[in-house]
């Protein structure tokens, strides 16, 4: 079993910074690939970045790419996510996930994935940019 619980999100003009942090509990976090998803109002849920268990490989949707970086410390159970020049269009409910196959991951990069598909979700932190 493993809980997550995501910190950090707030209200940033456009072109600023925040930097999101998902807390894990569970001794078994190290064997989970963790991501990143978001959601806006009147939207579907949609992936934004993926972690593999080592932080050897990161998978970015196209619309972050170049602005936002994943990292993860396997000591600290953290994942963290660093949002630089931010637009308007990041506004969303940004949600920690975790999955033991990241290939359910690298599916999202194409494809909206359910609830259902990934093992564990976070409750959710609001990103609002203003413009």
């Known amino acids: 079993q493993v809980q997550l619980v995501e910190s950090g999100g707030g209200l940033v003009q456009a072109g600023g910074s925040l930097r999101l942090s998902c807390a894990a509990s569970?001794?078994?976090?190290?064997?989970?690939?963790m991501g990143w998803f978001r959601q806006a109002p009147g939207k579907e849920r949609e992936f934004v970045t993926a972690?593999?268990?080592?932080?050897?490989?990161?998978y970015y949707a196209d619309s972050v790419k170049g602005r936002f970086t994943i990292s993860r410390d396997n000591a600290k159970n953290t994942v963290s996510l660093q949002m630089n020049s931010l637009k308007p269009e990041d506004t969303a409910v940004y949600y920690c996930?975790?999955?033991?196959?990241?290939?359910?991951?690298?599916?999202?990069?194409?494809?909206?994935?359910?609830?259902?598909?990934?093992?564990?979700w976070g409750q959710g932190t609001q990103v609002t940019v203003s413009s």
């Open positions: 996930a975790a999955d033991l196959n990241i290939l359910i991951f690298i599916t999202a990069l194409s494809t909206a994935l359910s609830e259902k598909d990934v093992d564990y």
């Open positions: 569970g001794r078994t976090f190290r064997s989970y690939a």
């Open positions: 972690i593999s268990w080592t932080g050897g490989s990161t």
